[in-house]
Protein backbone atom coordinates (compact mmCIF):
# COMPACT_ATOMS: atom_id res chain seq x y z
CA UNK A 1 0.00 0.00 0.00
CA UNK A 2 1.18 3.41 -1.28
CA UNK A 3 -0.08 6.99 0.10
CA UNK A 4 0.57 9.87 -1.40
CA UNK A 5 -0.14 13.51 -0.21
CA UNK A 6 0.14 16.86 -2.72
CA UNK A 7 -1.70 19.95 -2.98
CA UNK A 8 -0.23 21.87 0.10
CA UNK A 9 0.92 25.34 0.02
CA UNK A 10 0.78 29.11 1.36
CA UNK A 11 -3.32 30.91 1.76
CA UNK A 12 -4.22 33.37 3.60
CA UNK A 13 -6.77 33.37 6.29
CA UNK A 14 -10.55 32.37 5.36
CA UNK A 15 -8.45 30.64 1.67
CA UNK A 16 -9.02 27.17 0.67
CA UNK A 17 -6.63 24.70 -0.13
CA UNK A 18 -7.67 21.23 -1.69
CA UNK A 19 -5.73 18.25 -0.45
CA UNK A 20 -4.84 15.14 -2.87
CA UNK A 21 -3.94 11.20 -1.71
CA UNK A 22 -3.20 9.02 -3.96
CA UNK A 23 -3.55 5.55 -2.86
CA UNK A 24 -2.23 2.63 -4.52
CA UNK A 25 -2.98 -0.91 -3.16
CA UNK A 26 -6.03 -0.75 -1.20
CA UNK A 27 -7.65 -3.61 -3.09
CA UNK A 28 -9.42 -4.62 -0.15
CA UNK A 29 -13.68 -4.63 -0.15
CA UNK A 30 -13.21 -2.17 3.25
CA UNK A 31 -10.80 -0.06 4.46
CA UNK A 32 -10.60 3.62 6.82
CA UNK A 33 -8.52 6.60 5.19
CA UNK A 34 -7.65 9.19 7.36
CA UNK A 35 -6.39 12.57 7.45
CA UNK A 36 -4.07 14.07 10.31
CA UNK A 37 -2.07 16.83 10.27
CA UNK A 38 0.53 17.95 12.63
CA UNK A 39 1.59 21.61 13.77
CA UNK A 40 5.25 22.31 14.80
CA UNK A 41 6.22 21.22 18.74
CA UNK A 42 2.47 19.70 18.66
CA UNK A 43 1.29 15.74 18.87
CA UNK A 44 -0.81 14.53 15.11
CA UNK A 45 -4.12 15.20 15.52
CA UNK A 46 -6.68 13.38 13.24
CA UNK A 47 -8.84 15.63 11.39
CA UNK A 48 -11.11 13.25 9.24
CA UNK A 49 -11.75 9.38 8.71
CA UNK A 50 -13.40 7.98 5.64
CA UNK A 51 -15.05 4.63 5.34
CA UNK A 52 -14.25 2.68 2.13
CA UNK A 53 -17.41 0.14 2.60
CA UNK A 54 -20.40 2.79 3.45
CA UNK A 55 -18.78 6.20 2.45
CA UNK A 56 -19.42 7.27 5.74
CA UNK A 57 -17.12 10.34 6.87
CA UNK A 58 -16.44 11.23 10.39
CA UNK A 59 -14.31 15.16 11.10
CA UNK A 60 -13.11 16.34 14.61
CA UNK A 61 -15.31 19.31 15.63
CA UNK A 62 -12.65 21.85 14.68
CA UNK A 63 -13.08 21.35 11.12
CA UNK A 64 -16.64 20.53 10.82
CA UNK A 65 -18.55 22.64 8.72
CA UNK A 66 -15.30 23.82 7.00
CA UNK A 67 -13.59 20.97 5.58
CA UNK A 68 -14.73 18.11 3.52
CA UNK A 69 -13.56 14.31 2.40
CA UNK A 70 -14.32 12.72 -1.04
CA UNK A 71 -13.40 9.70 -3.20
CA UNK A 72 -12.79 9.18 -6.45
CA UNK A 73 -12.76 5.60 -6.85
CA UNK A 74 -11.96 5.51 -10.76
CA UNK A 75 -8.56 7.52 -9.88
CA UNK A 76 -8.15 5.73 -6.14
CA UNK A 77 -7.44 9.71 -5.00
CA UNK A 78 -8.93 11.08 -1.64
CA UNK A 79 -9.37 14.88 -1.18
CA UNK A 80 -9.75 16.70 1.60
CA UNK A 81 -11.70 20.31 0.87
CA UNK A 82 -10.48 22.85 3.14
CA UNK A 83 -12.57 25.84 3.30
CA UNK A 84 -11.93 29.04 5.20
CA UNK A 85 -9.05 28.37 6.80
CA UNK A 86 -7.60 29.34 10.18
CA UNK A 87 -3.95 29.96 11.02
CA UNK A 88 -4.40 27.17 14.12
CA UNK A 89 -4.70 24.91 10.17
CA UNK A 90 -1.23 25.32 9.83
CA UNK A 91 0.43 22.12 9.96
CA UNK A 92 1.65 18.98 8.08
CA UNK A 93 -1.46 16.81 6.76
CA UNK A 94 -1.09 13.08 6.18
CA UNK A 95 -2.75 10.81 4.97
CA UNK A 96 -3.45 7.09 6.52
CA UNK A 97 -5.36 4.04 5.96
CA UNK A 98 -5.86 0.92 7.55
CA UNK A 99 -8.01 -1.96 6.69
CA UNK A 100 -8.95 -3.07 10.20
CA UNK A 101 -10.14 0.04 11.40
CA UNK A 102 -13.67 1.59 11.55
CA UNK A 103 -14.22 5.12 11.62
CA UNK A 104 -17.36 4.59 13.68
CA UNK A 105 -14.69 3.41 16.06
CA UNK A 106 -13.41 6.62 18.70
CA UNK A 107 -10.47 4.79 17.57
CA UNK A 108 -10.00 6.53 14.30
CA UNK A 109 -8.15 9.83 15.73
CA UNK A 110 -5.45 7.61 17.42
CA UNK A 111 -2.70 7.56 14.85
CA UNK A 112 -1.31 4.32 16.39
CA UNK A 113 -4.31 2.69 14.61
CA UNK A 114 -3.04 3.18 10.67
CA UNK A 115 -0.62 0.99 9.58
CA UNK A 116 -0.09 2.85 6.50
CA UNK A 117 1.01 6.77 6.09
CA UNK A 118 2.16 9.49 2.97
CA UNK A 119 5.02 11.24 3.80
CA UNK A 120 2.99 14.43 4.31
CA UNK A 121 2.07 17.76 2.57
CA UNK A 122 3.16 21.16 4.36
CA UNK A 123 0.09 23.45 4.54
CA UNK A 124 0.70 27.10 5.99
CA UNK A 125 -2.29 29.94 6.74
CA UNK A 126 -1.10 33.25 6.95
CA UNK A 127 -1.35 36.60 6.35
Known amino acids: VQLVESGGGLVQPGGSLTLSCATS????????IGWFRQAPGKEREGVSC????????YYTDSVKGRFTTSRDNSKDMVYLQMNDLKPEDTGVYFCASDRYLYCSSYQWKQPGRYNYWGQGTQVTVSS
Open 25 to 32: GLTYDYYA
Open 50 to 57: FSKGDGAT
